[in-house]
């Protein structure tokens, strides 16, 4: 009996040992991961984050955590002319991510470009250009979980060339596009192309102010009302020539410029601010809009471009990229599906 007590009490000690152990080793982890929890606790009251349930918050933790340790790599590597940035897609997966553009890149091989290119014989194109400092862009807007890039990257050259025709810089509406071009290839959330987008302007006649038709971020109906009250109109578009960064300059040098690019990469989703460089492919997944270009501080020459995810992302809304690339379809494919309406 004697014996048995002992060995049970040895038993229970060991158990408890165990547990010890184990309690032990559990806390440890937490203890490790207190600092970068706490990260992204802090992160989520800033971007407003909510998780419904336990095991999503842990989920996206996980992939916070995976990002923010990737993003740090980077930026400490210090070997590239731009940096990352702990943004508002930190609890995406570059998977997640992608989801998001819709640019009908898939659809490109069917386009017919239009020959006409009304700058082809410009000469002289100043060295730097930024159309914000002209008063031709309107502030960063956010095209939400809706992959309506397409919309605000032909609404942003219309807002542009509507101030260079007129005098007047009026923010435009995208969801009439997203609600009431639907009969060709644009559908509205699910994706579109610019130069659709300006067929639609131009055969609607005109395209209403933003305060009249706000943006949803979800398809809608068309609101007939709305859309027939014309705060803008266009009298065509036309196709930069493609591939050739010389021929885009002539066409920025003129206007903001829709262009297509490939924007899927981790770097993109994470920019903030520098010249990005890459790395990106040509497989065009986002329409965004020229708005400049310049040449940085240690002589790199880039695009300026407005994006449409919020002025928390990028350099407040904004990525300056690479220009004059070796490849002909420039950086990201900047240079492969350029077009622009005009007044
Ligand atoms: C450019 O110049 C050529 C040669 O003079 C001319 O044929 C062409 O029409 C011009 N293009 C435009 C868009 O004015």
Redesign the pocket.
């Known amino acids: 009996m004697a014996f048995k007590k002992v060995l049970f009490q040895y038993f229970t000690l060991a158990l408890c040992l165990v547990f010890a152990f184990c309690a032990f080793e559990g806390n440890a982890r937490t203890l490790e991961d207190a600092p970068m929890r706490e990260r992204h606790e802090q992160w989520m009251a800033i971007h407003g984050k909510v998780y419904t349930h336990s095991y999503e918050k842990e989920q996206k933790y996980q992939t916070f955590k995976e990002n923010v340790q990737r993003i740090e790599a980077f930026n400490h590597a210090g070997n590239k002319p731009y940096k990352l940035g702990i943004n508002h897609f930190a609890d995406l997966t570059n998977e997640e991510f992608k989801a998001i553009n819709r640019f009908k890149g898939h659809v490109c091989s069917k386009i017919t470009r239009t020959p006409?290119?009304?700058?082809?014989?410009m000469t002289a194109v100043p060295a730097t250009l930024d159309w914000r400092q002209e008063g031709a862009v309107t502030p960063i807007k956010d095209q939400g979980q809706c992959g309506c890039c397409w919309a605000f990257s032909a609404v942003a050259a219309t807002e542009g060339i509507t101030k260079l025709s007129t005098g007047k810089l009026i923010s435009l509406s995208e969801q009439e596009l997203v609600d009431c071009d639907t009969k060709g290839v644009d559908q509205g959330c699910e994706g579109g192309l610019m130069d659709d987008a300006f067929k639609f302007i131009l055969q609607n006649k005109g395209l209403a102010a933003e305060a009249i038709y706000p943006y949803e971020g979800v398809d809608g109906t068309c609101n007939a009302k709305a859309e027939g009250n014309h705060a803008t109109s266009i009298k065509g578009y036309e196709d930069v020539p493609a591939n050739s960064e010389s021929a885009l300059l002539k066409a920025v040098a003129n206007q903001p410029v829709s262009v297509a690019i490939e924007a899927s990469g981790f770097e993109f989703q994470f920019y903030s601010g520098g010249v990005f460089t890459g790395s990106c492919g040509t497989n065009l997944d986002h329409g965004v809009t020229a708005v400049g270009y310049g040449v940085s501080d240690d002589g790199t020459k880039y695009w300026l471009v407005k994006n449409s995810w919020g002025v928390k992302w990028g350099d407040k809304g904004y990525i300056r990229m690479q220009r004059d690339v070796a490849a002909k379809e420039g950086l990201c494919g900047i240079a492969m599906l350029a077009s622009y309406p005009n007044a």
Do not use: K, L, S, W
């Not at 006409?116 to 014989?121: A, Q, S, V």
């Open positions: 006409t290119f009304r700058y082809e014989n």
